[in-house]
């Protein structure tokens, strides 16, 4: 029997980081330069959207006569606050106005007379988030060399994104909404065994940047939008339901706590950058090989509270309780519980 | 006989990948068969380690490559096999079928690819004789499609793949036309590793529509892809038999009590009077032709023979009245399986 070999950690891997503009990006790295996780190496405007400022309607005058009330004129930039409209009230007694709801530049009047306001860009520092050498500066992001732990899960949805690693539940337990507190903003959440969809909610709502669990009900993933993105990313190493996340992995992460990592639903990764080592091993392509005796696999077994063991012994086609013939495995869990299953129902988990 | 006259034909389905090396004379022979999980990310992995397996009983057997991956017919270059799309299977299956001289044949493909389909669940649960609460079988059917060349260990599990097949055909139209009388041929997945046939019988039962009667064959190798890849290179292939349909038997789907007489060509007729929701197996060998009647108002004649089960007489009404969370339908099923299960002991 062949299986799939799957690397659920990869420590000391050369990784090529790749870090996206969020708008129109000064950059201010080269290839080739050496960077460490707080160096700058753009900066980024990112677009603040537009707002309508009803003027003809404030004013009380017809759309195509606001251009005359206007101060200020199209192109300028102007402040919150200031006065942008003035109209005259009959015999010169009183007058109306309009101020500025927000910083931002005057963009155009449309034929309703209707003012047309661009926020003013926000400038964000773009900083490399990883120790390494930039290798291609590209049109909308830079890429980075570096070297760190990679962990890979089973499924996942959301857009990469980053944050400083948070141990948040142990692997049995369910992550719950109590555990979401405010220091947990911007942050990658690591453990448990079940995500609750009131969790997911109210981690948006705080500004929780992802999640790595066990399991997820296949419906709270599917909520999230497979291909889309609903504003956080969430990584499942072991698979629907609940299953407490793999001890391998939660070992793994709980010793890079508080590091910083990017988190990848897309991709199914979940990687944290160390800045010690110098050389990384270069990353290898998933694989098949032969099933042997002695490999450590990950069982197929919906509903299963175990699914890392050690292939004790193989053999030739048996009988399955389903009635079934097929090739078996022994295997023995961690907790020295044994089974048998079908050997194509396992993974190599490779060391 | 030259050594030149051996094929290798490669049929890379989505989870799993079959190599069959196969003899034209002085018959039809499949000297080795052999599958094992396909390597998706790189389908070369599982289609070398086949080809090296089983090239060592053969000398240059000539290698033909079948598969709907779109890499497939990338590895028949460096392989110098000839790929065959399955566009082309399909046809030449067809023609195959129609020279075979099966009455309107229906193929349902019980493979993996099955399982990657949306389901809803209520339709899948309907079918389950033990108690699994909604969440729990959408977590199932998810992990399923993430590990979709698993094997079903248990009753259960066997149960949930039964399940989510029945969901994956209850759209074949002919299933739920009881003017046509179809010659279903079934392949793939567990419609070829189950071991027993009586589940087979009870899924398509379970499909069929009220008056409805198929005649069921088996492709108890899953060859019939590779076969189609094979006639379609060595046309002379197709007078020769690899015995490769297995002759199930009948089904009749009475949609509730009902009467129907067996004419087996002697001098009385058999009656059998069905019950409502009774189940019945009448043993009849696959070489016996029967003129079967069902007393409707109105009588309706078929021309079958028996098989394996023989003919299965359905009593149930239909559609089924099965409602996923609901002790009645568990019960339902479970007295249904146990029917046929019983019937196929007292058969040995």
Not at chain 1, 294 to 309: A, T
Not at chain 2, 108 to 137: H, K, Q
Not at chain 2, 305 to 321: A, F, H, Q, T, V
């Amino acid at each position: 029997m062949i299986s799939p070999v799957i690397r659920r950690i990869t420590k000391n891997v050369e990784h090529e980081l790749e870090r996206k503009f969020t708008g129109s990006c000064k950059v201010s790295a080269r290839v080739g330069d050496e960077v460490n996780p707080e160096s700058i190496i753009g900066h980024c405007e990112v677009s603040a959207g537009q707002r309508l400022v009803k003027i003809a309607h404030e004013l009380g005058v017809s759309g195509s006569s606001v251009k005359k009330y206007l101060l200020r004129k199209l192109g300028d930039r102007i402040y919150r606050g200031e006065i942008i409209a003035r109209r005259g009230l009959i015999f010169g007694v009183g007058k109306k106005e309009v101020k500025s709801p927000a910083d931002g530049v005057i963009n155009e009047v449309d034929t309703n007379g209707d003012l047309i306001v661009n926020f003013m860009p926000t400038t964000v520092r773009l900083v490399a988030g990883a120790k390494g050498q930039v290798t291609k500066v590209g049109q909308e992001s830079i890429f980075i060399k570096t070297g760190g732990t990679k962990i890979s899960g089973v499924s996942g949805v959301g857009r990469e994104r980053e944050g400083l690693v948070k141990i948040i539940a142990q692997p049995h337990e369910f992550v719950i909404p109590q555990m979401i507190t405010g220091d947990c903003a911007g942050k990658i959440l690591v453990g448990g065994s079940l995500l609750e969809r009131s969790t997911i909610e109210k981690a948006v709502t705080i500004g929780v940047h992802g999640f790595v669990v066990g399991g997820i009900n296949h419906r709270d993933f599917l909520s999230l939008g497979v291909g889309t993105d609903v504003g956080i990313t969430v990584l499942i190493t072991e698979g629907f339901g609940t299953t407490p996340i793999g001890l391998d992995i939660f070992e793994a992460a709980k010793q890079l706590e508080n590091n910083f990592a990017f988190l990848s639903g897309e991709a199914k990764t979940f990687f944290i950058p160390i800045v010690k080592q110098e050389r990384f091993l270069k990353t290898a392509q998933d694989y098949w090989r032969k099933l042997s005796v002695g490999d450590i696999v990950r069982v197929f077994r919906p509903g299963s509270q175990e699914l890392i063991g050690k292939v004790e012994a193989l053999s030739e086609r048996e009988v399955l309780n389903s009635g079934l013939v097929a090739e078996v495995a022994s295997v023995k869990f961690l907790t020295g519980k044994k089974i048998t299953v079908p050997s194509a129902n396992l993974e190599i988990v490779d060391a | 006989m030259t050594s030149a006259e051996d094929y290798l034909i490669l049929d890379i389905g989505t989870s799993w990948t079959k190599a069959f090396l196969v003899s034209g004379v002085p018959q039809g022979l499949i000297k080795e068969a052999i599958m094992l999980p396909t390597s998706q990310e790189d389908i070369r992995y599982s289609s070398g380690t086949l080809i090296k397996a089983i090239s060592s009983k053969a000398k240059s057997p000539r290698i033909l490559v079948t598969s709907t991956f779109n890499e497939a017919e990338a590895l028949a270059k460096p392989l110098s096999a000839t790929f065959v799309s399955k566009e082309i299977v399909s046809k030449e299956l067809s023609d195959w079928f129609a020279l075979q001289s099966l009455v309107n044949p229906t193929l349902l493909d019980g493979g993996a690819s099955n399982y990657l389909r949306n389901f809803r669940v209520s339709d899948v649960g309907a079918f389950l004789s033990f108690r699994m609460s909604e969440i729990e079988l959408e977590n199932f059917i998810g992990n399923k499609a993430l590990f979709s060349q698993s094997i079903p260990e248990n009753k259960n599990y066997l149960e949930i793949d039964e399940a989510l097949l029945r969901a994956a055909f209850s759209i074949y139209p002919d299933l739920h036309n009881p003017t046509k009388f179809n010659t279903v041929i079934v392949t793939g997945g567990l419609f070829s590793w189950e071991q027993k046939p009586t589940r087979v019988a009870l899924l398509l039962l379970d499909l069929m529509a009220f008056g409805k009667v198929v005649q069921v064959l088996q492709d108890q190798r899953a060859f019939l892809n590779s076969y189609g890849a094979l006639i379609s290179q060595k046309k002379d292939f197709k007078g020769i038999d690899f015995s490769i349909l297995k002759n199930l038997g009948v089904l009749v789907s009475l949609g509730g009590a009902g009467k129907v007489s067996l004419d087996y060509g002697l001098a009385q007729i058999q009656e059998v009077v069905i019950t409502e929701n009774e189940i019945a197996l009448i043993p009849v060998e696959e070489s016996q032709k029967v003129n079967l009647t069902i007393h409707y108002k109105q009588k309706v004649k078929f021309s079958v023979s028996g098989g394996k089960w023989g003919i299965i007489l359905d009593g149930r009404r239909k559609p089924l009245n099965l409602e996923f969370g609901q002790e009645r339908s568990r019960a339902q099923v479970s007295s249904w399986q146990q029917a046929l299960d019983n019937v196929e002991l007292f058969e040995i």
